[in-house]
């Protein structure tokens, strides 16, 4: 009988491949048999991330800033040049941002996170759709966050970005709802990563000493892994997940449970 877990034969598209959740996603899907196609704006981090890959994984790598529509078409298109299609599409570059109460926001950082976790995602869907929905198959699995399912103090602009990335994976979801494309995303909690480290230092300079504060709110009692929200994505970007459309999947150890 076929698993309908593994990937083989797609081709995968991965944004914030560089990164903690993007490097763990983008190494899981190319184990599950996908064919890699790697975007981040940082080149070297990102040459690095794809030199863990198995050959079988073909990957390409591509350099590219999701905030601008030439990059995004440009990062489209030579996917399909070089592997015919794009079945799976991880949207995940996303930042952090100034971590500081919105009073002290200044308009350009509150646009600057906007044009990353939103604009980005938004165009990634805008021009990875067409191609999807011309085969009529697919699955999109962007990248949310738990902030995005509640507030979250000194992050406002963030948690603001991720709350607009549920609508939008609601709302494509529904517009797909009728074909083979599925759109879907994913909501970690506090995973292990360079990203979470800066948000605790902005927050607080002694942040390391309280940790145990910190996973008290977890009852899980532990950080989450990138290898860990990877295994939900993966998933959700296999025909296992085949009747999931719409869908946001917390990965966080319980801490929005309770
Ligand atoms: N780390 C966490 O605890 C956590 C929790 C919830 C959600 N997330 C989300 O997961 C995603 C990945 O985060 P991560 O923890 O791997 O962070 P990370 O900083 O390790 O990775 C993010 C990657 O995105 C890339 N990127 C940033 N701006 C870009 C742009 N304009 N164009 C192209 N690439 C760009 C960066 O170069 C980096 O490689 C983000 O969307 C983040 O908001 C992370």
């Known amino acids: 009988m076929a698993d309908d877990l593994r990937l083989d034969g797609k081709v995968a598209l991965i944004t914030g491949a560089a990164g903690e959740i993007g490097t763990a996603t983008m190494q899981l899907f190319a184990a599950r048999g996908a064919r890699i196609v790697a975007v981040d704006r940082d080149e070297a981090q990102l040459q690095r991330a794809v030199a863990t890959l198995p050959v079988e994984a073909r990957a390409l790598a591509l350099a590219a800033d999701v905030r601008h529509e030439d990059d995004v078409a440009g990062y489209v298109r030579r996917a399909v040049e070089a592997a015919g299609t794009i079945d799976v599409f991880f949207n995940n570059a996303g930042i952090e941002g100034t971590v500081a109460p919105v009073q002290d926001y200044s308009l350009d950082d509150f646009r600057r996170v906007l044009d ?18 011309r085969a009529n198959a697919g699955s999109i699995v962007n990248t949310a966050s738990i902030a995005g399912l509640s507030g979250s103090p000194h992050i406002a602009v963030y948690s603001a970005s991720k709350h607009a990335v549920i609508g939008l994976t609601k709302s494509v979801a529904m517009e797909c709802a009728r074909t083979a494309v599925r759109v879907n995303c994913v909501c970690p909690g506090l995973i292990r990563s360079r990203m979470l480290s800066a948000i ?59």
């Open 116 to 133: 990353v976790n939103v604009v980005g995602v938004f165009l990634g869907i805008k021009h990875v759709l067409p191609v999807m929905l």
């Open 200 to 258: 605790f230092e902005g927050r607080d300079p002694n942040a390391s000493a309280d940790a145990e504060r910190v996973l008290a709110r977890i009852p899980a009692h532990r950080l989450g892994l990138g290898s860990e929200v990877a295994q939900t994505v993966a998933f959700l970007a296999s025909d296992a997940a085949s009747y999931v459309n719409g869908a946001a999947y917390v990965v966080d150890g319980g801490r929005t449970a309770g």
